[in-house]
């Protein structure tokens, strides 16, 4: 059985964890291969709410071995909390595995996160501050803390000094803090070696060899494509590689075993923090959007930027990723408008353009170019297939998959896990 990729085609909080719940009885192993507690998953089960930031979505269905892989950066203190925090509410989390080759987040990669920020000032881009773009930069440039390194005490001793002989210097002489101490750092490490230690595999051997006996293996992607460190709206990105591409190398599951690569689109469009954002709106609209739609960061709690559905942003989605399927979301969020405006194009200095623009200055400046759809008014939370949905919110989805590229293959109607219109099956065919 081929692995699945499931991501975003947006800016990240397209609703990836309702989809990843959606197909959980049908999957062994959900695996997050990117990213870190700078992500978040919002899963409605009945009457509760679960927000979920470092671990995979499958981690609430029971027969589900959920994964944190190699790609992924780990803050250890956050992930044990999360992790009391869903036993307190009954969830069994004793599956869970981690790749020895995932990297730490430390105290050290926090304070650098903050601290540069704020040294930007107006030219900041919009980091959550939880540590992960220095982490990630360390990954980079070798001088990395592993998950494995917390068994070796040596190891990680040498790391650590490492790590910290040129950042010592930068926070003191740069920023004017005070040193960060080399053995508080490695004895706030070591806590948690213990605990994890149950956990860490060798998770690309585990997912292959899952993969060889027939199981369904899901990859899911935090944050979203256009917020992808190549193929985002740079600088105004994230650190890793959310698009499909990065599903390969954040597991180790090599390219010709994913089948599908499933990405979910908002009805409408959202970011949070700084950059580029066309369709972005500042009036009643963009609140109302924001209102309905429950638009806060999962993680942040920062207020979603709100504007409307972007064709050559999913298109580019579609290309970039090699999209198989489109999961359309928060279709319901839209009922009670009498035109829904959906940009097509972008005018950018009096020319139009059909596509996302090659240069940052070009998607600066590039303006919406909007085509009307008449909107309706019913109540669309309790549709179980697509013809129950009132024409106009139909014809709607049907403009969407013509202009994005790929066909949609659910659609959801609201915020219950069960609120989903299944058009093809995800796994299948």
Known sequence: MPA??????????????????????????????????????????????????????????????????????IDPAVLLEEIAGLNAQGINTSKLLISANAHLITSYHVTLDKVTERFLGKAQIGTTGRGIGPTYSDKIGRVGIRVQDLFDE??????????????NQVLVKVFNRREIDIDAVVADLLQFAEILHPMVRDTSLVLNKALDEGKVVLLEGGQGTLLDVDHGTYPFVTSSNPTAGGACTGSGIGPTRIDRVVGILKAYTTRVGSGPFPTELFDEDGEKLRTIGGERGVTTGRARRCGWFD????????????????????????????????????????????????????????????????????????AQSISDLPKNA???????????????????????????????????S
């Open 311 to 382: 064709v050559p942003i999913s298109r580019y989605a579609t290309r970039i990723n090699g999209l198989t399927d489109t999961f359309l979301t928060k279709l319901d969020v839209l009922t009670g408008w009498d035109q829904i405006p959906v940009c097509v194009a972008y005018d950018i200095e009096g020319e139009r353009s059909d596509e996302i623009p090659m240069t940052q200055t070009d998607f600066h400046h590039a303006k919406p170019i909007y085509e009307m759809l008449p909107g309706w008014s019913e109540d669309i939370s309790g």
């Open 4 to 73: 699945i990729v499931l991501l975003g085609s947006q800016w990240g909080d397209e609703g990836k964890g309702k989809a990843t719940d959606l197909l959980g009885d049908r999957v062994d192993y959900v695996v997050r291969y990117q990213g870190g507690n700078n992500a978040g998953h919002t899963v409605v089960i009945g009457d509760k709410k679960f927000a979920l930031h470092l671990l995979p979505s499958g981690i609430l269905t029971p027969e589900v071995v959920p994964v944190i892989a190699n790609g992924v950066v």
């Open 394 to 428: 139909r014809d709607y989805v049907e403009f969407l998959e013509e202009k994005s590229g790929t066909r949609i293959s659910a659609i959801g109607v609201g915020q219950d896990r069960n609120a989903t219109i299944a058009i093809n099956d995800l796994i299948g």
């Open 154 to 167: 040596s190891i990680l001793r040498q790391k650590v000094e490492s790590a910290l002989t040129n950042k």
